[in-house]
């Protein structure tokens, strides 16, 4: 009689468990149903109003206004889809465990009750069961689905118009006309601060490490693993979320996070990736709204022999030498642009470049590595962006290109001065360019893929046919310009004509950017997968895949013949290849 109360209970709480699976369930099905309903009018709405006059400043500020709430609904979406698909593995973990516990500690019935039939009760609740969990499997399988393929919005895919917008937004979003501006802080070093070395060695010891976004600007020579197959050689959580890559300088690892409260810099070590020290920032007289996907800590940070800087968004900026020690701290105008300030600084030997595109206002700086101070500032008008510069190099003086959601342009490095300006830009300009052989190239969906002169300006070469990518930037390989997109494909193009030449297609796209080193091309997606990649004129060519199971949006470092990744659930990773 005991057995048969306990053996009720627990045919009791699995029917209840069953009916709140099959109700959850329902429930995220009609949600999904609801939300991207919502979500496909506001697409159709930001498309319509794509189509106006992007050249009106107000219609310009009202589809960044647009895009912005369109993004916040989204991650708001899929923040609960995620919460009720936990809540659906929970469930369907109690009732395996109900139904386990039940059959393995309770013994058959040996009588019936009056008026009961144990195939009846059996037959009823195994089928309850089965509806149940069909009804789970149909619901993870929907949604997991739908997550997969939408797992990040990718807006102004396929724009071909050319916008003149000026960048201005409403007044919702700048800082009251009281309230100023706080004076650069500047921090003296020490007077045992090494001087940085000339451009061209600075440059050529960089090759040997991974010293800023996308490693070295001269072509990296730190060594391929030895094959690709890996496993862990040590796993680190970071305290603080950001999506900026690692750096890496003679065995230290340099990375940012940030919240509303603080932001970090962190050094861990290569061998062991236990920190070695952090360097925080708290100071920001304001914190700017930023989406889920920018964060307040995209931007890479920069290193070299003596010294990491970093850039936040912010505006807070710190420069510490590898020992931890603070050399100097700056803040920049409040950073104020929809999603969050993104561009990555680029380092030049004794300057740090340094592109400030904002709403109102869009600036280049450089910056004395000793000591912070403004070496040159340049305003443009150029419409905000989220790109970061590059530079040709050449008889050891740098051309800066910058890229803009309205002109493209380029910078003497030493003095600040513009050698020339195509208004060629349109969309919202993310990525960044690419360099060689005194050819700057670009590619950003909606603005423009072609090649420039970088003496001149003159435009080489322009695609207007192929889709481009909108976040990961592009890569130079062989004689390829190769396009990585948020929507999966990759695209090959002829660097000395721009003609598309293969078309390949993944699961899932990239927002990583790729880097090509050693004959091959490292790419990461948003499935997790770790690629190793070659092409020919004819194809892309997968070599080899490791899955990370985690998605990944920052670019691999590479160091002593090991990957160093940073995961989208904000762990630090080092792989090293298997005997």
Same mark, same amino acid.
């Given at each position: 009689?005991?057995?048969h109360?306990?053996?009720?209970?627990?045919?009791?709480?699995q029917?209840?468990?069953?009916?709140?699976l099959?109700?959850l369930g329902l429930?995220?099905?009609?949600?999904?149903?609801?939300?991207?309903?919502?979500?496909t009018a506001?697409?159709?709405?930001?498309?319509?109003?794509?189509?106006?006059d992007?050249s009106n400043?107000?219609?310009?500020?009202?589809?960044?206004?647009?895009?912005?709430?369109?993004?916040?609904?989204?991650?708001?979406?899929?923040?609960?889809?995620?919460?009720g698909?936990?809540?659906?593995?929970?469930?369907l973990?109690?009732l395996?465990?109900?139904?386990?516990?039940?059959?393995?500690?309770?013994?058959?019935e040996?009588?019936?009750?009056?008026?009961?039939s144990?195939?009846?009760?059996?037959?009823?609740?195994i089928?309850?069961?089965?509806?149940?969990?069909?009804?789970l499997?149909? /619901?993870?399988?929907?949604?997991?689905? !739908?997550?997969?393929?939408?797992?990040?919005?990718?807006?102004?895919?396929?724009? &071909?118009?050319?916008?003149?917008?000026? =960048?201005?937004?409403?007044?919702?979003?700048?800082?009251?006309?009281?309230?100023?501006?706080?004076?650069?802080?500047?921090?003296?070093?020490?007077?045992?601060?090494?001087?940085?070395?000339?451009?061209?060695?600075?440059?050529?010891?960089?090759?040997?490490?991974?010293?800023?976004?996308?490693?070295?600007?001269?072509?990296?020579?730190?060594?391929?693993?030895?094959?690709w197959?890996?496993?862990? &050689?040590?796993?680190t959580?970071?305290?603080?979320?950001?999506?900026n890559?690692?750096v890496?300088?003679?065995?230290?690892?340099?990375?940012t996070?940030a919240?509303?409260?603080?932001?970090?810099?962190?050094?861990?070590?290569?061998?062991?990736?236990?920190?070695k020290?952090? /360097?925080?920032?708290?100071?920001?007289?304001?914190i700017?709204?930023?989406?889920?996907?920018?964060?307040?800590a995209?931007?890479?940070?920069?290193a070299?022999?003596?010294r990491?800087?970093?850039?936040?968004?912010?505006?807070?900026?710190v420069?510490?030498?590898?020992?931890?020690?603070?050399?100097?701290r700056?803040?920049?105008?409040?950073?104020?642009?929809?999603y969050?300030?993104?561009?990555?600084?680029?380092l030049?030997?004794?300057?740090?470049?340094?592109q400030?595109?904002?709403?109102?206002?869009q600036?280049l700086?450089?910056? !004395?590595?000793l000591?912070?101070?403004?070496?040159?500032?340049?305003k443009?008008?150029?419409?905000?962006?989220?790109?970061?510069?590059?530079?040709?190099?050449a008889? =050891?003086?740098?051309?800066?290109?910058?890229?803009?959601?309205?002109t493209?342009?380029?910078y003497?490095?030493?003095?600040?001065?513009s050698l020339?300006?195509?208004e060629?830009?349109? *969309?919202?300009?993310?990525?960044?360019?690419?360099v060689?052989?005194?050819?700057?190239?670009?590619s950003?969906?909606g603005?423009?893929?072609?090649?420039?002169s970088?003496?001149?300006g003159?435009?080489?070469?322009?695609?207007?046919?192929?889709?481009?990518p909108?976040v990961a930037?592009a890569v130079?390989y062989n004689?390829?310009?190769?396009?990585?997109?948020? *929507?999966?494909?990759?695209?090959?193009?002829?660097?000395?004509?721009g &003609?598309?030449?293969?078309?390949? !297609?993944?699961?899932?796209?990239?927002?990583?950017?790729?880097?090509?080193?050693?004959?091959k091309?490292?790419?990461?997606?948003?499935?997790?997968?770790?690629?190793?990649?070659s092409?020919?004129?004819?194809?892309?060519i997968?070599?080899?895949?490791?899955?990370?199971?985690?998605?990944?949006?920052?670019v691999?470092?590479?160091?002593?013949?090991?990957?160093?990744?940073?995961t989208?659930?904000n762990?630090?990773?080092?792989?090293e290849a298997?005997?």
């Amino acid at each position: 009689m005991k057995n048969h109360a306990m053996r009720s209970t627990f045919r009791f709480l699995q029917r209840v468990v069953v009916i709140f699976l099959i109700c959850l369930g329902l429930h995220m099905l009609h949600d999904a149903v609801r939300s991207d309903q919502v979500l496909t009018a506001g697409h159709e709405q930001l498309e319509l109003l794509k189509q106006q006059d992007m050249s009106n400043p107000k219609l310009a500020a009202l589809a960044r206004e647009m895009d912005f709430i369109y993004r916040s609904t989204y991650f708001q979406t899929h923040d609960k889809r995620r919460f009720g698909l936990r809540l659906l593995g929970v469930g369907l973990l109690a009732l395996c465990i109900l139904l386990g516990a039940e059959r393995f500690f309770l013994p058959p019935e040996l009588a019936v009750p009056k008026g009961s039939s144990p195939e009846r009760d059996s037959g009823g609740l195994i089928a309850t069961t089965i509806c149940g969990v069909v009804g789970l499997l149909v /619901v993870l399988i929907v949604l997991s689905n !739908n997550v997969h393929k939408s797992s990040l919005p990718t807006l102004f895919t396929n724009d &071909k118009y050319q916008s003149k917008e000026d =960048g201005s937004l409403s007044s919702a979003t700048q800082p009251p006309a009281s309230v100023a501006q706080p004076p650069a802080t500047v921090t003296q070093p020490p007077a045992s601060v090494a001087q940085p070395p000339a451009l061209a060695d600075a440059l050529e010891a960089e090759t040997r490490q991974w010293p800023q976004f996308r490693g070295s600007l001269l072509p990296n020579r730190n060594a391929l693993p030895a094959n690709w197959r890996f496993r862990e &050689k040590w796993k680190t959580a970071i305290a603080s979320p950001g999506f900026n890559s690692p750096v890496v300088w003679d065995g230290k690892i340099f990375l940012t996070g940030a919240d509303e409260k603080a932001r970090t810099l962190y050094c861990y070590d290569v061998q062991t990736g236990k920190e070695k020290w952090r /360097v925080v920032c708290d100071t920001a007289p304001r914190i700017p709204k930023a989406s889920e996907d920018t964060g307040l800590a995209p931007p890479t940070v920069c290193a070299d022999a003596e010294r990491v800087y970093a850039i936040f968004g912010t505006g807070e900026m710190v420069c510490c030498s590898h020992a931890g020690e603070t050399v100097w701290r700056k803040q920049l105008p409040f950073p104020d642009i929809n999603y969050g300030y993104a561009s990555s600084p680029l380092l030049l030997g004794d300057r740090l470049i340094v592109q400030y595109d904002l709403n109102e206002v869009q600036t280049l700086y450089a910056f !004395n590595v000793l000591n912070g101070e403004t070496l040159w500032e340049k305003k443009r008008d150029a419409a905000p962006s989220w790109s970061s510069p590059v530079a040709w190099v050449a008889n =050891g003086k740098a051309i800066v290109f910058t890229a803009g959601c309205k002109t493209a342009e380029a910078y003497n490095a030493q003095t600040g001065e513009s050698l020339w300006r195509q208004e060629c830009m349109g *969309g919202e300009v993310a990525t960044s360019g690419s360099v060689r052989d005194g050819i700057f190239y670009f590619s950003n969906t909606g603005a423009f893929t072609g090649a420039f002169s970088a003496t001149d300006g003159k435009i080489l070469f322009k695609n207007e046919d192929t889709p481009a990518p909108d976040v990961a930037s592009a890569v130079l390989y062989n004689d390829l310009y190769i396009l990585f997109t948020s *929507g999966g494909s990759v695209l090959g193009i002829d660097a000395k004509d721009g &003609k598309e030449l293969f078309e390949e !297609n993944f699961d899932n796209g990239f927002y990583a950017s790729p880097v090509a080193v050693g004959g091959k091309i490292i790419a990461a997606n948003l499935d997790g997968d770790l690629l190793l990649l070659s092409a020919t004129r004819e194809k892309l060519i997968v070599e080899a895949k490791y899955s990370m199971k985690t998605k990944l949006f920052a670019v691999p470092a590479l160091s002593g013949g090991n990957v160093i990744v940073r995961t989208g659930a904000n762990d630090l990773i080092c792989l090293e290849a298997e005997p």
